[in-house]
C-alpha cells in the first residue's frame, strides 16, 4: 500500500451535511411546536392553554431560527447564550436533545 492509499486517525473526515442536519432539527422542533399546538388547542385551562401556545410560538420562532440563519450564526448565539445562563442552557439542551431523539426514533405517520 503506498503512503497516499493509508488512512490513519488524522485523515481527515468528510464533514456532515450541514443544511441536512439543520433542516432535521428544525423540523424535530416544528414537530414539538405543532403537537404543543394541538395540545393547547385541547385544554380546558385558558391559562395553561396560553402558557403551551406561548411555547408552542416560541419553539416555531426557533425552528425558522435554526432553518434559516447560517451554522457559524447559530453556534455563535449559542455559545454567547450559554455563557450567559449555563444552567438554563444545560437543561436546555436536554430538552431539545429529547425533542429530537425522539423525533428521530419514532415512526412517521
Known amino acids: ?46 391559562r395553561l392553554a396560553g402558557f403551551t401556545d406561548k411555547t408552542a410560538n416560541a419553539l416555531d420562532a426557533t425552528g ?4 434559516d440563519l447560517s451554522t457559524r ?4 448565539d449559542m455559545l454567547a447564550i450559554a455563557k450567559d445562563h449555563p444552567g438554563k442552557s444545560l437543561v436546555a439542551a436536554m430538552a431539545l436533545g429529547l425533542l429530537v431523539g425522539r423525533a428521530m426514533t419514532r415512526p412517521q405517520a
Request: no cysteine; charged share 30%.
Open 73 to 76: 450564526n447559530v453556534m455563535d
Open 1 to 46: 500500500m503506498t503512503d497516499s492509499m493509508q488512512f490513519t486517525s488524522d485523515t481527515p473526515r468528510q464533514p456532515a451535511d450541514m443544511s441536512t442536519t439543520r433542516d432535521t432539527i428544525a423540523g424535530a422542533i416544528d414537530h414539538a411546536a405543532d403537537r404543543l399546538h394541538d395540545k393547547a388547542d385541547g385544554m380546558q385551562n385558558g
Open 64 to 67: 425558522r431560527y435554526v432553518r
